[in-house]
């Protein structure tokens, strides 16, 4: 079955840095591109990055543009996020996703309605 097992999450103080991991199993990974999403209690889940199937194209949201990178290791079926310069506003669960559109074009797009797969989320909490 389709797995995104998520790693990395944790506790950090400002200005640090924390690097989330999503590996992937079960289905075509290199050919999906991969998005990037946290959601902080009682609020939506938003857009934070994500990058297309070839993993040479990538967007961000502008709150993170700067800090954080999402990058991609297709013979490992991995997605990362390496975020820096972290402050608490950052604090949330943080998602990994898989496009449902393979071979796209276009990196996969901010809505959360455009992905198929979920990982379990994984908690990113930054002290002041």
């Known amino acids: 079955q389709v797995q995104l097992v998520q790693s990395g999450g944790g506790l950090v103080h400002t200005g640090g840095s924390l690097r989330l991991s999503c590996a992937a199993s079960?289905?075509?990974?290199?050919?999906?591109?991969m998005g990037w999403f946290r959601q902080a209690p009682g609020k939506e889940r938003d857009f934070v990055a994500s990058?297309?199937?070839?993993?040479?194209?990538?967007d961000y949201a502008d709150s993170v543009k700067g800090r954080f990178t999402i990058s991609r290791d297709n013979a490992k079926g991995t997605v990362y996020l390496q975020m820096t310069n972290l402050n608490p506003e950052d604090t949330a669960v943080y998602y990994c996703?898989?496009?449902?559109?393979?071979?796209?074009?276009?990196?996969?797009?901010?809505?959360?309605?455009?992905?198929?797969?979920w990982g379990q989320g994984t908690q990113v909490t930054v002290s002041s």
């Open positions: 996703a898989s496009d449902s559109t393979p071979i796209s074009r276009f990196t996969p797009p901010s809505s959360t309605v455009a992905y198929k797969y």
């Open positions: 079960g289905f075509a990974f290199s050919a999906y591109g």
């Open positions: 990058t297309n199937w070839k993993g040479d194209k990538s």
